[in-house]
């Protein structure tokens, strides 16, 4: 900790006070949706407590819509990855390569749809595709997702290619390499790690989002509309133990994570 | 464009610009223009027109039996009158099929007075759940950024980013759970002795826009949070001992040093916020349990999958884009930051 931090001890102490209470804010909602997991009682509660029990884990493994959710969101998260990087990709190679006076505005149009509300992203889609008699279902929840996860992703390719030494690229042509050959053996490598984190990331966005898939999803679900269904009709601890799972896993990928990072550091440390 | 050919080759070079043009046009133009041609038109359905039609056959029923009763020269004047109600009746059959769409603003200029109330009010909650959020996240992305260990700070990161991995609806829903009537907070005060359940004294938290903001704060704390930790994260530490040594006070030194440097990071939070808030249809949805006081975003959900009117939901929708589109620019030009500044 700094001098300035402390250095006025009373507004050091103040501080330290609010990033307690900020981070009970931030934690109290988990723990309250994760006790109802446990609670006997038929709607979910932390107040009526009528005794442990892992009954709602059981019913959950029974609950044939939400297992389906859970297939159909993996389905969508895939096609969305398996679209929007190859996009995320190209956008990102011609912004950093095309010298014009329209490349603010492609880049512009490219990012929109991050700062345009989701359920506008889901409308337009399921507008523009009914029109070409394409109706509401999975295949359009992936189109109208990949348009704004494929933004998340060239944004990550773009402050990687900014890194890029194109010397490599262009020795390997001056050796004769074919260009296909010099994309695949040179350019794709380097972006092999944006690559897996734009993979990462735009599955749990998928898996996560709501807003835009309401409107595209038509007569199909993903989990997430499923839980969202089942906040008007008729709720259940089983949501809970939904939320429960997504916490371990949370917990476990970030430890491992965590774990990962520190080893890499300790290897790159004992290489000096 | 060159330079991609050089380097990758016109083969290559065409998938990618291909991909692009497939993104730019079918996943992000067109659908904006269609949405927009959807809002400029409507169908002026005549709520007469199946009794013209049941009417026109049954005239045409009397006329055919008077072509039969009919002799001589009287014949072909019937049969003149036939064929000519026959064409009204094609007509008025095409329009109940494929009715005349009439193009104008009337989706906009007729949104009710009540709509448009909830339209600005939305924009007013909008503005403010903003400027809380900024106010609680400011000193969390401060600390993190320069008042923190490094181990210390990785553990806070870890710290925001964890509950953000648990699905917005669930994030939300626990805040339902604890402000119920029966919430959490309420068993507390009952317990307390200041409300009774029996009496129906609680607080009724869930009435108050108070509540939906809360929620959303919590639910889009993140988009706040990372943008403005990302430009302190820049500034240098020598900067602020020089301001502290200069006798400068905590306040002056965050006015004048800090905030000036992380102006970038605070207009996309900003803008992130305001827009997630805006446009946010699960976290009003829950809090309300559609049953005080709908959010902008849900009247346009219901005007396309309860009233089925898909013209006046894309105006619905489209007013929104243009919202937030106007608060883009004043916050670029509040905060003197660029395109390419933003979404960084």
Known sequence: ?272 | MNSLIRSYGKGLTGIFITLTAFWLLLLIILPQAFMLDQSLWSIDKDDQLGMKIDRAYSDLGLLEYDAQQATGDTKPAVQAKIEALKVEIATLESQETDPPREYGLQNYSRMSSLHFSIFVKSIFYALAVTVLAFVVCYPVAFTIAKLATPQRAALLMLGLIIPYAINELLRVYAWLMILDYQGVINSFLAWMGVVSFADKTWVPFLEYPGSVFVALIYAYVLFMIFPIYNTVDTLDKNQLEAAQDLGGSVFLTHWRVVIPHAKPGIAVGCIMTFMLSVGSYSVPQIMTRGKSGDWFSQLIYRQFFETQNWNVGAAYAFSLVLVCLIFILIMMKVFKVGIRDISK
Not at chain 1, 67 to 91: D, E, F, M, R, Y
């Open chain 1, 1 to 272: 900790m700094s001098a300035h931090s402390n250095g006025p001890g009373l507004s050091g102490l103040i501080l330290k006070i609010y990033i307690g209470i900020f981070f009970v804010y931030l934690f109290a909602p988990l723990l309250v949706m994760s006790l109802a997991a446990f609670n006997s009682y038929e709607y979910p509660s932390v107040t009526q407590w009528r005794g442990w029990t892992l009954h709602w884990f059981g019913e959950l493994s029974e609950d044939d819509r939400i297992l389906q959710g859970i297939v159909n969101s993996v389905i969508v998260a895939i096609g969305v990855v398996g679209l929007s990087l190859p996009l995320g990709l190209s956008g990102a190679l011609i912004l950093t390569r095309l010298q014009s006076r329209y490349t603010n505005l492609l880049y512009a149009v490219l990012v929109s749809p991050l700062l345009i509300p989701g359920i506008i992203l889901g409308i337009s889609t399921l507008i523009f595709w009914g029109r070409v008699s394409v109706s509401g279902g999975l295949f359009l929840t992936v189109l109208a997702q990949s348009s704004f996860i494929a933004s998340y992703s060239m944004l990550l390719f773009m402050a990687r290619l900014q890194r890029q030494d194109r010397v490599l690229e262009e020795a390997a042509l001056d050796l004769g390499a074919s260009s296909f050959f010099m994309f695949r053996r040179i350019t794709l490598p380097f972006l092999a790690p944006t690559l897996a984190t734009g993979a990462v990331i735009g599955f749990l966005q998928s898996i996560e989002n709501y807003n835009t898939t309401i409107f595209a999803v038509g007569g199909d679900w993903t989990l997430v509309t499923e839980i969202g269904s089942r906040f008007r009709f008729g709720l259940s601890p089983v949501i809970n133990v939904i939320g429960v799972l997504f916490v371990v896993l949370t917990v476990i990928a970030a430890t491992l994570y965590t774990i990962q990072k520190e080893r890499e550091k300790q290897r790159r440390a004992a290489l000096g």
